[in-house]
């Protein structure tokens, strides 16, 4: 069984901290070290939240022009997305979602990648943008069609990104050394970092 020691550049980013039962957490306490017996097979060793003191860059961002007119027919949108803070790596994997308010009957967009679909039903859109590329931003633009005579929404809809940052940890925290114990046979060590969006919205 082998017994290993992880041990981060820097700990102090961590906060709210939660750990696998693996972990023997008065070494973590004492000395911000993680020692632990891995069970087999993957697992979660921890996961963490960043601190409020240490600020996180937004590794995107997202240009919107969503018009309502009153006593119209007809609606403008266009959104654009674009690479923030993601120190020259690419963001792929991106896909747009946004609830469409009940008075839009339907879309005519052209996107200038992927591909996009639009429920008449369920008013929702899905914009499947893929990887982005920051020479060339991908764009959704076009028109709604409103319902004759109803008034104009209340407020814009919300829009919501998935994306994903290969080798990068957008938190910053970074792995600092790993040693093993107990086993004689010389492991390969490797780490890979991920950047995964959860619940990211733009409000417009």
């Known amino acids: 069984m082998p017994d290993l020691t992880l041990s981060f550049m820097n700990p102090r980013l961590l906060d709210d901290v939660s750990f696998h039962p693996c972990v ?9 070290i993680l020692s632990f017996i891995p069970p087999d097979g993957n697992f979660r060793l921890l996961s963490y939240h960043v601190s409020a003191q240490n600020l996180v860059a937004i590794p995107v961002y997202v240009k919107h022009n969503i018009s309502f007119r009153d006593s119209s027919s007809l609606g403008r949108f266009e959104i654009t997305v674009g690479p923030k803070q993601t120190m020259g790596k690419t963001i792929e994997g991106v896909i747009v979602i946004s609830q469409m308010p009940k ?4 879309m005519s967009l052209t996107p200038s990648q992927g591909t996009h679909t639009f429920d008449p039903v369920t008013k929702m859109l899905s914009w499947d943008v893929g990887k982005i590329n920051p020479q060339k931003l991908p764009s959704l633009k076009g028109t709604m069609s409103l319902q004759a005579g109803a008034s104009k929404p209340d407020e814009n809809p919300t829009i919501n990104l ?11 925290l970074k792995v600092n050394r790993l040693d093993m114990y107990g086993e004689k046979y010389k492991p390969f060590k490797g780490i890979k970092y991920m950047t995964k969006a959860g619940k990211f919205q733009v409000r417009t």
């Open 162 to 172: 998935q994306f994903k940052i290969q080798q990068l940890a957008i938190s910053g």
């Open 24 to 32: 023997r957490f008065k070494r973590w306490e004492s000395e911000r």
């Open 103 to 106: 008075g839009v009957l339907n």
